[in-house]
């Protein structure tokens, strides 16, 4: 209940600074800040938790055993949560919490002697996310959320060139 109310009002406030700074419709404001997708994104929050605190308590009882198997199945069984909250949002959770099971798993395959445990390898991990996205965004925008491919070539913008650089290898001259 405790992630379910921190999941409303985090996601409440939130809508309502945005809607002020972004100078948005006042009427009703404070109110529609806390509405529906509030409540659904309290709920995606809530039930995560939940099951993934009921799942592995149940698989430590039925295994009687202390390992990463329990929090392996705990987690997957807590993402059937992702389809509670908003579609527009499921594929950024997805990819944030895909990121974070990579750094997981490559911290306890170090911890286990299958791979070195390097000083800045999450590090070198994110960079690696991020340049999957760069070359997504380069060379197969149609891949990309229109909302994120749309943030991106804000990005792109600033940086005179760079997107039709990367696209095709041109240099623009102006």
């Not at 404001?29 to 009921?54: E, I, N, P, Q, V």
């Not at 944030?96 to 002697?113: E, I, P």
């Not at 491919?149 to 005179?160: I, P, Q, R, S, Y």
């Amino acid at each position: 209940a405790r992630s379910f109310l921190v999941g409303c009002v985090a996601k409440g406030a939130f809508n309502l600074v945005l809607g002020v700074l972004l100078k948005r419709q006042t009427s009703g404001r404070h109110l529609a800040a806390f509405g529906l997708d509030s409540c659904r994104f309290g709920l995606f929050l809530g039930l995560f938790s939940g099951l993934f605190k009921g799942i592995l308590c149940t698989m430590r009882h039925l295994r009687q055993r202390e390992d990463g198997i329990n929090a392996v199945v705990a987690g997957a069984v807590a993402s059937l949560s992702l389809f509670v909250d908003s579609s527009s949002r499921r594929a950024t959770i997805a990819l944030y919490l895909a990121t974070r099971a990579v750094d997981g798993l490559y911290r306890a395959l170090a911890s286990r002697g299958f791979v070195r445990l390097y000083e800045h390898g999450n590090t070198l991990l994110f960079s690696v996310c991020v340049s999957i996205i760069l070359f997504s965004f380069g060379h197969r925008p149609d891949l990309m959320r229109q909302s994120f491919l749309e943030f991106l070539n804000k990005l792109a913008t600033e940086a005179h060139g760079a997107l039709r650089f990367l696209r095709t290898g041109e240099i623009d001259p102006s």
